[in-house]
């Protein structure tokens, strides 16, 4: 089946560090991704993760355990244009992707 | 990187009128393209997927459909709307070549069916 899962809505304050979570399960599986969507635009590409262990790219980190079915994207120094939403996908055996419905995450001063 | 061009960006259609939104890709060539629609507060649901000039594949059966008459072009269609066709509808490409790539994604546009 397609089974993929994320906070609706997150909080955080400028300058601190927040984890955004995503849980999957799936049969097939060939990386997974998060994309970041500001309000009324299209999604952005952030990251891919196919094996184990953290990717970092700036401010922005990714996590994934395979064996957990479990990512994390980790936003450091937080800054108020990173108030969106941040899709995580997977993708199936099919090489097609596999949506969460998205955590807005609101950025506070 | 490719560039992914929509069209139009926004589109109030009364319920029954015809529907034909437009979608072109610079930057690259035979790329996989894609309709997705996303209601509000939701995630991106699939809606047609085509790998080839003329060749569609349908995810969700419903009363759109899809053509792909040239090679970057792909176009997303109905004969009569419905009120549940409202959305924001997203054209997205990626690399053939590349079975794992990212997404590239158009800028989307948001129909409202009155």
């Known amino acids: 089946g397609q089974n993929i899962d994320q906070p609706t809505e997150m909080t955080a304050t400028e300058g601190a560090i927040v984890q955004i979570n995503c849980t999957y399960q799936t049969s097939g599986f060939n990386g997974l991704f998060w994309y970041q969507q500001h309000a009324g635009e299209a999604p952005t590409f952030l990251s891919y993760?196919?094996l184990d262990g953290l990717e970092e790219k700036g401010r922005f980190s990714s996590f994934l355990s395979r064996s957990k079915g479990y990512s994390y994207l980790l936003l450091k120094e937080l800054q108020m244009k990173d108030s969106a939403s941040y899709l995580c996908?997977?993708?199936?055996?099919?090489?097609?992707?596999?949506w969460g419905a998205g955590t807005k995450l609101i950025i506070k001063p | 990187s490719q560039t992914i061009h929509q069209w139009p960006a926004t589109l109030v259609q009364p319920v029954g009128s015809p529907l034909s939104l437009e979608c072109t890709v610079e930057g690259t060539s035979n790329p996989n393209l894609y309709w997705y629609r996303q209601a509000a507060g939701r995630g991106l649901q699939l809606l047609f997927y085509s790998v080839g000039i003329g060749q569609i594949s349908s995810e969700v059966p419903q009363n759109l459909s899809a053509s792909r008459p040239q090679d970057r072009q792909f176009i997303l269609s109905s004969k009569k709307l419905l009120l549940s066709d409202s959305g924001f509808y997203l054209c997205?490409?990626?690399?053939?070549?590349?079975?794992?790539?990212?997404?590239?994604f158009g800028e989307g546009s948001r129909l409202t069916v009155l």
């Open positions: 996908a997977y993708m199936d055996s099919n090489y097609q992707l596999i």
């Open positions: 993760n196919v």
């Open positions: 997205a490409s990626r690399d053939r070549a590349l079975d794992t790539g990212e997404l590239f």
